[in-house]
């Protein structure tokens, strides 16, 4: 069966620091990965996605997030984090459906 | 262009009640998806819609829970008798087709609290 496990309930890091969040997953075949963003009281917002090709994958606001088979890992980074970044954030797999792990809350002290 | 909306954004209830939650996708957008959001736990997929007819109602937690699409847009999410767990939020997306390529673009939500 298809998962996404992302260990880390809450992050909190300071405004200026790098940020990576965590997401593994299980999927028999090549994976469709995607990293969603939900601000307070908005809905789901892409981040960004990998379907096939360079592992690494740039997406909006200046996160990345590098795909490893070997390790089943699709982690999310930032190099630099601002406090507009505090959010919940997603990771996804596409099988039949998408699969949703149960989110990372991210706290941005200043 | 318009976004997905949803309504309401909020809404309370008695436990029995049934209640109606709205969904208006991007215009064109073939593809509908509803989800819920319980609290600490991630997206919760419920249903389906390709056009108006739901290909996948394998999420739909019980035989309480209806969804229908008409016209190939607006959809409507049916809880009947609610019940406490059912208090979550309610997410729609749409996307422009049902392939697993295609982003799904999500409406800000409907929270639902049964008293």
């Known amino acids: 069966a298809q998962s996404v496990t992302q260990p880390d309930i809450h992050i909190t ?4 620091a790098s940020l990576e969040l965590r997401c593994n997953y299980s999927y028999g075949a090549t994976p469709y990965l995607f990293w969603y963003v939900q601000s307070p009281g908005q809905g789901l917002q892409l981040l960004l996605k990998y379907f096939s090709g360079d592992t690494l ?3 909006i606001k ?4 590098e795909f490893k088979r070997s390790q089943s890992s699709f982690n999310l980074r930032k ?6 970044d505090a959010a919940e954030y997603f990771c996804a ?3 039949d459906q ?3 792990g149960t989110g990372t809350s991210l706290t941005v002290i200043p | 262009g318009a976004g997905v909306s ?4 909020n809404k309370v209830t008695e436990k029995g009640k049934d209640v109606e939650l709205r969904c208006d996708p991007i215009s064109g957008h073939t593809a509908l998806y509803w989800y819920r959001q319980s609290l600490g736990q991630g997206l919760e997929f419920l249903i389906y819609f390709q056009g108006n007819s739901a290909p996948d109602k394998s999420g739909l937690p019980s035989d309480r829970f209806s969804a229908e699409r008409t016209g190939g847009s607006v959809s409507t999410l049916t809880i009947q008798r609610t019940q406490q767990e059912d208090s979550a939020v309610y997410l729609c997306a749409s996307s422009p087709t049902g392939g697993r390529t295609y982003e799904q673009y999500f409406g800000p939500g409907t929270r639902l609290t049964v008293t």
């Open chain 1, 13 to 16: 890091v300071s405004e200026g």
């Open chain 1, 57 to 59: 994958v740039q997406g």
């Open chain 1, 62 to 65: 200046g996160f990345e997030a």
């Open chain 1, 79 to 84: 190099p630099s984090v601002h406090w507009s």
């Open chain 1, 93 to 95: 797999v596409v099988a």
């Open chain 1, 98 to 100: 998408f699969y949703f």
């Open chain 2, 6 to 9: 949803q309504s309401p954004s």
